[in-house]
């Protein structure tokens, strides 16, 4: 299967996934952010294990120390992904929300309410943490997304995929409202770019470069 099947089989697998989770309530929602907040605490030893291989590559390859900072899991980082899932349960649903709401001359009444924007694409670099905090954020607002991680983060990057699709899936969310791209290789973003039919929108998260080739090819 070529790289753009793939890339297009994510896309279509997000789209039905989000048209379900925008029908889940707020409850379910927190129970699979509370699964995965005990998750993270139960394979945390596991999950800095696997680090170590992202790690090992990062020293292999001399990445500066500001990266191979951002590559590193530990007990205090897992720890604050733990603490940002707490509060990001705690939130107010975003969804349902009444904007505004008016009355027409015709008798017709009309409201604006927050509804979820889809699927959401988030392309990122070294830092393994936005996968749990985007897909967290993401699915507390009803979206589906698509996680697009580095080849210096590959390893910490589909370890947690892992861990988050188990513990939403123990909530009874649907499947694939979380995906990872399997391929490490960058060409794997310009495919994301041009997937217009099926995600939203697409976040990047890093430096000037991925910022402005996402900006030339979207």
């Not at 297009?8 to 925008?22: D, F, P, R, S």
């Not at 800095?48 to 090992?56: A, E, G, T």
């Not at 402005?212 to 979207?218: F, I, R, S």
């Amino acid at each position: 299967m070529n790289l753009n099947t793939i890339i297009k089989n994510i896309g279509i697998n997000a789209k039905e996934a989000a048209y379900k989770l925008a029908n889940t309530n707020n409850e379910k929602k927190n129970e699979a952010l509370d699964n995965l907040r005990k998750d993270l605490k139960l394979f945390s030893s596991e999950l800095i294990k696997i680090n170590k291989k992202d790690l090992d590559n990062a020293y292999l390859m001399k990445l500066s120390s500001s990266m191979i900072d951002r590559l590193t899991l530990n007990e205090d980082r897992i720890d604050n992904m733990i603490r940002s899932l707490k509060e990001i349960i705690n939130l107010k649903d975003p969804v349902g929300i009444i904007l505004s709401e008016w009355d027409r001359p015709n008798g017709l009444h009309i409201k604006k309410i927050t509804v979820p924007i889809g699927v959401i694409g988030i392309i990122y670099e070294s830092r393994p943490n936005v996968a749990v905090d985007a897909s967290a954020i993401a699915i507390k607002a009803g979206n589906a997304i698509i996680l697009r991680g580095g080849k210096d983060s590959f390893f910490s990057s589909q370890k947690l995929n892992e861990i988050i699709n188990n513990a939403f899936s123990k909530a009874g969310l649907p499947d694939n409202v979380v995906q990872m791209v399997p391929i490490p290789d960058r060409s794997a973003v310009d495919e994301m770019l041009q997937l217009d039919s099926y995600i939203d929108v697409i976040i990047p998260r890093g430096g000037k470069g991925l910022i402005q080739n996402v900006k030339e090819k979207t």
